[in-house]
């Protein structure tokens, strides 16, 4: 991974970091407190060497075939101390049960591949793992193949009986893990189990939206930022909810072009401010949903006002088919970092507040203003040791530069997310 040099911000950024040392721990430990950290997360960071954010934030995570090497050795430990906090999991002279629910509506090999790396971890954690099929198909698939020969994953049909969740066979899990985000909604029946689910089966797109995490998110950055004593725009990220809109009817698109020119008037006042040359960008992105769906990216009103049918299409249909009622529009930050010559943009992957891995996306297809999460991506490894050797005289007092930065980024992220699942509805 390469940048155009050591951005004086990243070195600016690592040293307020470094000082702030024991007091920023102190504000995360406070505000986890009184918030349950999601189980486990992956944050999309951007960094364009002026400003480092998070694009997006997802609680069902996909891609962890990427994991490095190493850190698979090290990431089986952080999830054990993740899941003995679980009553059920706590150690006992008998077997501990997880049913790993993963997501029904695909066959596709990478994703199988991220599902059998979260089985061999929580394997190698200590504890026994089964794949449970939560379907609408009545028929349960008797092998998931990855693409790899010995990537091989044998489900089986999850079933209520009582208020316990069994799996064929009578398998009986103490807990049960999601990698399942219900887009469409979940099954009623999950309400009813016994078992403890994390993360709950109430926190997927059904139920989350964008517009809340960015603004949980943008306030947690601004007390960061005055306790690291630095500019606060360096780490937020100008998000605006539109809402309703249904591009296919033209509802909505009027008010989304308003705010994409009111968003791009703030961006080019602070680039001005900041003496920053790049052109102002907004990404509009469906307010509930991953995968990449439901993104464009203009730098006008105009551009929105004249989109054709193919970009309404894209801009009205999200994970699942499901239909898109609401938009952000969001600032657009370029990013600069590069692999083998090509735009990139890390992935950060936490359990609770705890970094256990990332990857790198990099998409030949597409520019540094572009969403790198679109046909044509490629996923390269990053190991969390890469972020400490990264970049050439990348410590300050042994330090690694981005490891603090990006990791800070991650966990204020996840720390949104937290404060975010706190004030959903169904949590009181």
Not at 295 to 300: D, F
Not at 348 to 355: K, M, N, P, S
Not at 379 to 399: H, I, P, V, Y
């Amino acid at each position: 991974m390469t940048t155009p040099n050591i951005p004086k911000l990243h070195l600016h950024l690592a040293e307020q970091i470094r000082r702030a040392g024991p007091a920023l721990s102190d504000w995360f430990q406070a505000r986890a407190s009184v918030c349950e950290m999601p189980f486990y997360s992956s944050v999309d960071i951007r960094d364009s060497g002026h400003k480092i954010a998070p694009v997006d934030c997802n609680l069902f995570p996909g891609g962890l075939n990427n994991i490095c090497p190493e850190d698979m050795r090290t990431a089986p430990a952080i999830f054990a101390k993740a899941l003995e906090a679980c009553a059920a999991l706590r150690p006992t002279t008998g077997k501990r049960r997880i049913a790993l629910i993963p997501e029904s509506h695909t066959g596709n090999a990478f994703y199988i591949d991220n599902v059998f790396t979260l089985k061999t971890l929580l394997t190698a954690a200590g504890f026994e793992v089964e794949i449970g099929w939560v379907g609408d198909s009545p028929e349960t698939p008797a092998l998931l193949q990855g693409t790899e020969e010995d990537h091989k994953l044998h489900p089986r049909k999850a079933r209520l009986q009582g208020s316990e969740l069994l799996l064929e066979g009578d398998y009986r899990p103490d807990v049960v893990i999601l990698n399942n985000d219900f887009s469409g909604g979940y099954p009623g029946y999950l309400d009813a189990i016994s078992q403890q689910i994390v993360p709950s089966h109430k926190l997927g797109w059904h139920s989350r939206r964008k517009s809340a995490h960015f603004r949980h998110y943008n306030q947690l950055a601004l007390e960061a930022a005055e306790l690291l004593k630095i500019d606060p725009w360096i780490l937020t990220v100008d998000t605006t909810e539109v809402a309703p809109v249904d591009f296919n009817e033209d509802q909505g698109i009027e008010e989304c072009a308003l705010v994409v020119d009111a968003t791009i008037a703030r961006i080019a006042k602070e680039y001005a401010d900041r003496k920053i040359t790049s052109q102002p960008v907004v990404f509009i992105k469906s307010n509930a949903g991953t995968y990449g769906m439901g993104i464009h990216v203009v730098k006008s009103g105009e551009e929105i006002r004249k989109i054709n049918r193919r970009v309404k299409n894209k801009l009205s249909v999200g994970k699942n088919r499901s239909a898109i009622k609401s938009v952000i529009v969001q600032e657009g930050i370029p990013t600069i970092t590069r692999i083998e010559g090509f735009t990139a943009e890390p992935v950060i992957y936490l359990v609770g507040r705890d970094l256990v891995g990332g990857f790198l996306r990099t998409n030949p297809q597409k520019n540094a203003e572009e969403n790198l999460n679109s046909q044509g991506m490629v996923f390269r490894k990053l190991c969390m040791s890469d972020l400490r050797t990264a970049e050439a005289d990348d410590t300050l007092d042994d330090m690694p530069i981005l490891e603090a930065i990006y990791g800070t980024v991650a966990r204020i992220a996840a720390l949104a997310a937290a404060r975010e699942i706190r004030y959903l509805p169904f949590s009181g």
